[in-house]
């Protein structure tokens, strides 16, 4: 029995053990596992704010920990919704408080949750209605890494009737938002598996048995991908190939395993389309905090959302220049139309980099100096639009904002020769 095994394990153990501990009937039952075996631990209890009972089921955690000589750690959290429901907002506050407290060991600690084969069930239908890869149906593992530390989940075959049973002993709390179906977990809970139950009595331990050939499926093709990588050895090189999936599973593997960031759908999207719009077949990568380098474009990350390029440095005439999702082009004009630069400029010494600094310039065509913010609101584009906008430099300094404004030092008079920008 894993429970059985992993408690075993635990008092042979030396690393410093953590419990989440809810004060629900499973944290509850595997608190008194802990006690009941003599396995020394430190309790780790959210106030996530969001239930008026909150404070009595600290007061609870508090009592039980009190009572056993348990150390309590103990956090309120602002859980403010991030546009994928406050459920997963207060997911994430609980996980970076967990990743605070074992930070504070010196060695690696051991993070352990009481997730059941119920729990289990209802994240892997949960990610198969979000469409998710091998990787999110492997849903749970009983064992994981977590930020350089360990996850393990002793209570993951095991039913949630049976905890139960097991624990008739012992008092918890109950939270009364696990009767709102408004919340799609609870929805699972309380109206689609009891369908499935009645139809199918064992689709539990087959579900179960599913998520283990997936799992042992997603092994295989990290060891796989292992071998790819280890075929350099210096681990910030990786290995591109042409086919799609392949680059997708190859990207998501390297983010997985060499960073702490989350290597979302529309992240790795993203780095495939960068990867494959700059026809990349080995690129090299470089890890430092958020930033990536992949074959000397930069990819800046943040929120798993933004990406941002590396400068362009040196310009050519009748050359085509990628910026994010526009195409920059200079072509020399013998009468211009609109804006333009001066014939004489020497292109190698041109750039094309991100906002600079705000500052006041003297716009062609302008009779004040105006700030940089001020041109920018006269532009009628979006928010995003504005944040990519190609601003050229000529030996570090601004002389043009796209093809919208030119500084005057810089432009060609109006109907004479110049260098025009196109931007689309």
């Known amino acids: 029995?894993?429970?059985?095994?992993?408690?075993?394990?635990?008092?042979?153990?030396?690393?410093?053990?953590?419990?989440?501990?809810?004060?629900?009937?499973d944290s509850q039952f595997l608190f008194d596992q802990l006690i009941q075996n003599h396995i020394p631990f430190?309790?780790?209890?959210?106030?996530?704010?969001?239930?008026?009972?909150?404070?009595?089921?600290?007061?609870?955690?508090?009592?039980?920990?009190?009572?056993?000589?348990?150390?309590?750690?103990?956090?309120?959290?602002?859980?403010?919704?991030?546009?994928?429901?406050?459920?997963?907002?207060?997911?994430?506050?609980?996980?970076?408080?967990?990743?605070?407290?074992?930070?504070?060991?010196?060695?690696?600690?051991?993070?352990?949750?009481?997730?059941?084969q119920d729990d289990q069930i209802e994240t892997f239908f949960l990610r198969l209605m979000r469409g998710a890869a091998l990787?999110?149906?492997?849903?749970?593992?009983?064992?994981?890494?977590?930020?350089?530390?360990?996850?393990?989940?002793?209570?993951?075959?095991?039913?949630?009737?049976?905890?139960?049973?097991?624990?008739?002993?012992?008092?918890w709390i109950e939270d009364p938002s696990n009767n709102e179906s408004k919340y799609d977990r609870n929805f699972l809970r309380n109206e689609l598996l009891p369908l499935l139950s009645a139809r199918w009595a064992q689709y539990r331990h087959n579900i179960q048995q599913s998520i283990s050939h997936i799992q042992n499926a997603k092994i295989q093709q990290t060891d796989n991908f292992s071998s790819i990588l280890s075929c350099y050895a210096d681990t910030q090189q990786l290995l591109i190939p042409l086919n799609t999936?392949?680059?997708?599973d190859l990207i998501y593997q390297w983010l997985l395993t060499n960073t702490q960031i989350k290597p979302t759908k529309n992240l790795v999207n993203e780095l495939v389309k960068l990867t494959q719009a700059k026809q990349i077949q080995r690129a090299k990568v470089l890890h430092l905090d958020q930033h990536f380098i992949f074959d000397g474009y930069i990819l800046h990350i943040q929120n798993n959302k933004t990406i941002k390029e590396t400068p362009i440095n040196s310009i050519s005439l009748n050359q085509t220049y990628t910026w994010y999702d526009s195409t920059i082009h200079f072509k020399q004009s013998k009468q211009l139309k609109n804006n333009g630069l001066k014939s004489d400029l020497d292109l190698t010494k041109l750039s094309i980099d991100h906002r600079p600094n705000n500052q006041k310039l003297s716009i062609f065509s302008r009779d004040k100096r105006r700030d940089l913010k001020r041109l920018l609101q006269e532009l009628d584009l979006s928010w995003q639009a504005k944040k990519t906008l190609p601003f050229i430099f000529y030996e570090h300094k601004l002389i043009a904002i796209g093809q919208y404004f030119i500084v005057n030092e810089f432009a060609a008079a109006k109907g004479s020769g110049g260098i025009e920008i196109i931007c689309k």
């Open 1 to 25: 029995m894993l429970l059985t095994n992993i408690l075993n394990k635990l008092k042979q153990s030396d690393r410093p053990i953590f419990l989440g501990f809810s004060g629900g009937v």
């Open 42 to 116: 430190k309790a780790i209890h959210i106030h996530h704010g969001l239930q008026k009972e909150a404070d009595n089921w600290l007061t609870h955690c508090q009592d039980q920990c009190k009572r056993n000589n348990i150390i309590l750690l103990n956090k309120q959290v602002n859980v403010v919704n991030n546009g994928k429901g406050i459920e997963d907002s207060a997911r994430n506050a609980r996980i970076e408080f967990f990743r605070q407290c074992l930070d504070q060991t010196s060695t690696k600690g051991i993070l352990l949750l009481a997730h059941h």
């Open 135 to 171: 990787n999110g149906l492997s849903a749970m593992h009983s064992q994981a890494e977590f930020y350089g530390h360990e996850v393990i989940r002793p209570l993951i075959e095991m039913s949630k009737s049976k905890i139960i049973k097991n624990s008739m002993d012992l008092t």
């Open 245 to 248: 999936t392949e680059l997708s």
